[in-house]
């Protein structure tokens, strides 16, 4: 098992970091920060690039907290906040990524959650601390409320922000919106 919890977190922490320079840098192909700060414009988070450059960072910074097995509950609440408003920002989408759905960011939130529910394992700096009783079902339950917490800022302002858009575009058309 203990091998086991190490290459979960190494494996969601390398692809976290692949997600995270794609954003912030544009390595693998990614759209760096003016490209993905539009994105984020279109799907309703403004200012998009500011927005971007927040995403970006919190992924890096939950993937190097996982990855160390560091403070882990932290780590994957970072992970849980971020994947959730991608999640519902890409919902729309349908599920599967192959059509630009939630696939994708579920997955990594719901890993991200069984980490904080299982803790990083004894091969992690939290056991090499003494933090390695940060694990269980309080810390789990408390990482995913934090990151469901913290996932709400953001999308009640996107939520203001779509909402303003469609009721432009129907005094624009002359309809009303409720």
């Known amino acids: 098992m203990s091998v086991g919890l190490l290459l979960l977190r190494v494996l969601l ?3 976290l970091f692949g997600h995270a320079t794609q954003k912030l840098l544009g390595w ?3 759209a760096g920060l003016s490209g993905t700060g539009a994105v984020f414009e279109q799907w309703g988070f403004r200012p998009g690039p500011r927005m971007a450059l927040a995403a970006g960072l919190a992924e890096l910074a939950g993937a190097l907290l996982i990855a160390a097995g560091l403070l882990t509950p932290g780590g ?4 849980v ?3 959730t408003v991608a999640t519902v920002a890409t919902a729309g989408n349908g599920f599967w990524a192959q059509r630009g759905g939630c696939e994708l960011p579920f997955w990594y939130g719901a890993v991200a959650t069984v980490l904080g529910f299982t803790g990083p394992g004894p091969w992690s700096l939290d056991a090499t601390l ?3 009783r940060l694990s269980g079902h309080a810390w789990g339950s408390t990482a995913l ?3 469901l917490l913290a996932s709400a800022i953001p999308l009640a302002s996107r939520a203001r922000v779509l909402r303003e858009a469609r009721r432009t575009t129907a005094q624009r058309d002359g309809g009303t919106v409720a």
């Open 13 to 15: 922490a390398c692809l």
């Open 28 to 30: 693998f192909g990614g």
């Open 76 to 79: 994957c609440a970072v992970v």
């Open 81 to 83: 906040g971020t994947m």
């Open 130 to 132: 003494g933090l390695n």
């Open 145 to 147: 409320a934090l990151g």
